[in-house]
Nanobody
Framework: HVQLVESGGGSVQVGGSLRLSCVAS????????MGWFRQIPDKEREGIAG???????SYADSVKGRFTVSQGNDGNTLYLQMNGLKSEDTGMFYC??????????????????WGQGTQVTVS
């Protein structure tokens, strides 16, 4: 079981930027598939960005060109750089990790390990 702790959320104006962090309780996240997910009330959790164990990344169409997922040099931190934020980006952002091969890095059902979330509000 991997413990994940997100941080970096907050309130920001439209067009602003935030960087979310997710610290994992492992020596290296390099062998995990990891993703960032967004959830708003009464809606299903939505895949935003993901990175696979080979380093390949995937993004939801709604964030392509604005968000970037990356791994930190410390080996156990995942980042989500969010630029050009829009009001529709508002939501609770969760980090997830999975050590098993998965079919779809942006699919929430693929993951067993989740953080507690960090709120992002864009207005």
């Amino acid at each position: 079981h991997v413990q994940l702790v997100e941080s970096g959320g907050g309130s920001v104006q439209v067009g602003g930027s935030l960087r979310l962090s997710c610290v994992a309780s492992v020596d290296t996240i390099g062998r995990y598939c990891m993703g960032w997910f967004r959830q708003i009330p009464d809606k299903e959790r939505e895949g935003i960005a993901g990175i696979e164990s080979d380093g390949s990344t995937s993004y939801a169409d709604s964030v392509k060109g604005r968000f970037t997922v990356s791994q930190g040099n410390d080996g156990n931190t995942l980042y989500l750089q969010m630029n050009g934020l829009k009001s529709e980006d508002t939501g609770m952002f969760y980090c997830a990790a999975e050590s098993e091969p998965i079919g779809w890095v942006l699919g929430p059902l693929e993951y067993d390990n989740w953080g507690q979330g960090t709120q992002v509000t864009v207005s």
